[in-house]
């Protein structure tokens, strides 16, 4: 039977990061909101609020952000 190994990662700010976290990824030349869907051995997959495909990054080039009032407000228009 094959053991499947738990990735962990962390982001720029040492935080472990999970899937289902929200975060901030650099997307060409701005910053997109985003959520974790998959962690992967080296990169992890970011899904951007009202996008139904992921993208991948390093983990280092995401940062988690904590739950605000604003970002919540924010989230709940933009989500599909």
Do not use: W
């Amino acid at each position: 039977m094959i053991k499947m190994r738990e990735h962990k990662h962390q982001d720029k700010l040492g935080n472990d990061i999970k899937v289902g976290e929200v975060c901030v990824y650099p997307a060409h030349n701005e910053l997109k909101i985003g959520t974790i869907a998959k962690l992967n051995p080296k990169m992890i997959d970011v899904v951007g609020i009202g996008k139904s495909y992921f993208t991948r990054r390093y983990p280092h080039d995401v940062y988690l952000i904590s739950n605000d009032p604003k970002l919540s407000m924010y989230l709940l228009k933009n989500s599909k």
